[in-house]
């Protein structure tokens, strides 16, 4: 059964708008971790943001946050005032209890318009 | 520089003929875990580590062997490559294997088996 959902393959920006980027996770855990990647053209996986389950607050860094609604099992990216270097796939990752396990979305493809 | 590395970046070979792709980290972390990204399916994890002498299955390891004799070295080794695991590979550790460690990836290795 798939852990991880991100139901939008592709999204497209304008330059300083915010975005909002989609991810659902299915786990009976009650501990896990949820973490949101980037990966540029170049393919590199660079980390952004972690979520805890047991964190009361959204976690943000930066111009990242994440949005996140444990009764509804969703952790949302969210990217404020975006640049063009914002243009890349996004990855929604989670850890399992036992930290052993990684699951990660299909991913979505975010074009930031000039 | 703290980093994950890997070998080689690319690696074009034939069905049958053993290869094995080195990862290594810098970090003393004490877990380490292989990818495999394919296009539409995300990153899929193949095995894991969570110390020396300590492996086990992630979600698709079949055609894939791992060990780990060091704390640094965690190599990937197909035995008999086939033309489906033409993948784009990406090592990467933690300092342990709690749920709240982000994981740091090394540069992927593209990998096309004829």
């Known amino acids: 059964a798939q852990k991880i959902t991100q139901t939008q393959p592709g999204m497209f920006v304008q330059e300083k708008e915010a975005v909002t980027l989609d991810c659902t996770y299915d786990?009976?855990?009650?501990?896990?971790?949820l973490f949101w990647y980037k990966q540029p053209s170049s393919g590199e996986m660079i980390f952004l943001i972690y979520q805890g389950s047991y964190d009361q607050q959204n976690a943000t860094e930066g111009r990242y946050s994440l949005n996140f609604q444990k009764a509804r099992k969703s952790a949302n990216l969210v990217i404020s005032a975006s640049q063009l270097g914002d243009s890349a796939m996004y990855f929604c990752a989670m850890r399992d209890q036992t930290g052993n396990q990684f699951y990660f979305g299909t991913g979505t493809s975010l074009t930031v318009i000039p | 520089e703290a980093q994950v590395t890997q070998n080689p970046r690319y690696l074009i070979t034939v069905t049958g003929k053993k290869l094995t792709v080195t990862c290594s980290q810098n970090m003393n972390h004490e877990y380490m875990s292989w990818y495999r990204q394919d296009p539409g399916l995300g990153l899929r994890q193949i095995y894991y580590?969570?110390?020396?002498?300590?492996?086990d299955k992630g979600d698709v390891p079949e055609g894939y062997k791992v060990s780990r004799k060091e704390k640094r070295n965690f190599p990937l080794i197909l035995e008999s490559p086939s033309p489906n695991q033409t993948s784009l590979y990406f090592c990467?550790?933690?300092?342990?294997?709690?749920?709240?460690?982000?994981?740091?990836f090394g540069p992927g290795t593209r990998l096309t088996v004829l």
């Open positions: 990467a550790s933690s300092w342990a294997r709690h749920n709240t460690d982000t994981q740091y």
């Open positions: 786990t009976s855990d009650p501990s896990y971790g």
């Open positions: 580590s969570m110390n020396v002498e300590a492996t």
